[in-house]
């Protein structure tokens, strides 16, 4: 079964500065990956999604992420962040052609300041 | 505004009560997700729905149940409700069968259970 490493739990930025919130997955077939957002009280949204092709991705709000599959990773960048960028991210796993679960990281809680 | 619709927003009840939670996918959508968030679990897939079939299964407890009509609403029902069900139900829509697309989430029901 796959499952989903996000090794930081919160990550506090000054605004304009470069973020990376890693990720790791672990999974005995092909994947696709995602990037999901949850800003305060809302549900998740799509920042961007691996299906196949260019391991470069870019997603909304300047957001990119990038598959290595060597180190089964999916680490998410921006190089300048913003106080609206102040949200829960969540990166998770899907198996290609097995079970059509969405398993999620526990969540990395991005915090810029001004 | 994902199109998903949940209700209620919130909900508060007392252990061994039984309650149903109620999500209306994005028009044209076939299948849905039902996703349980807490702090201690982050987000568990519970189960999956297309086009009133059930589609796979997660980590949904024997107390809890789940259907889709036919007119693809979906229905949550918790019963012997324990103080660990306390937690955030997410509902999410997608038009296929199959997670390679995006999911789109709605605001949750935030569940207490006193």
């Known amino acids: 079964a796959q499952s989903v490493t996000q090794l930081d739990s919160q990550v506090p930025v000054f605004e304009e500065a470069p973020v990376e919130l890693r990720c790791n997955y672990s999974?005995?077939?092909?994947?696709?990956l995602f990037w999901y957002v949850q800003y305060p009280n809302q549900g998740l949204q799509l920042l961007l999604k691996?299906?196949?092709?260019?391991?470069l991705v870019k997603g909304i709000n300047g957001f990119e992420a990038e598959f290595n599959k060597s180190q089964t990773s999916f680490h998410l960048r921006k190089p300048s962040v913003h106080i609206s960028d102040t949200a829960e991210y969540f990166c998770a796993v899907s198996e290609r052609g097995g079970s059509e679960k969405l398993v999620f990281g526990k969540g990395t809680k991005l915090t810029v300041n001004p | 505004d994902s199109g998903v619709t949940q209700t209620p927003k919130h909900l508060i009840t007392a252990t061994g009560q039984r309650v149903t939670l109620r999500c209306s996918p994005r028009?044209?959508?076939?299948?849905v997700y039902w996703y349980q968030q807490s702090l201690d679990q982050g987000l568990q897939f519970l189960i999956q729905?297309?086009?009133?079939?059930?589609?796979a299964k997660g980590n949904i407890l024997e107390r809890f149940s789940a259907q889709q009509f036919p007119d693809l609403h979906s229905e949550l029902n918790l019963s012997s409700l324990e103080l660990g069900d306390s937690a955030l139900y997410f509902c999410?829509?997608?038009?296929?069968?199959?997670?390679?697309?995006?999911?789109?989430f709605g605001e949750g029901s935030r569940l207490t259970v006193l």
């Open positions: 999974s005995s077939v092909s994947v696709y």
């Open positions: 028009s044209g959508d076939l299948s």
């Open positions: 729905y297309y086009n009133g079939e059930e589609r």
């Open positions: 999410a829509s997608s038009p296929g069968a199959r997670v390679a697309g995006e999911l789109f």
């Open positions: 691996y299906l196949s092709g260019s391991t």
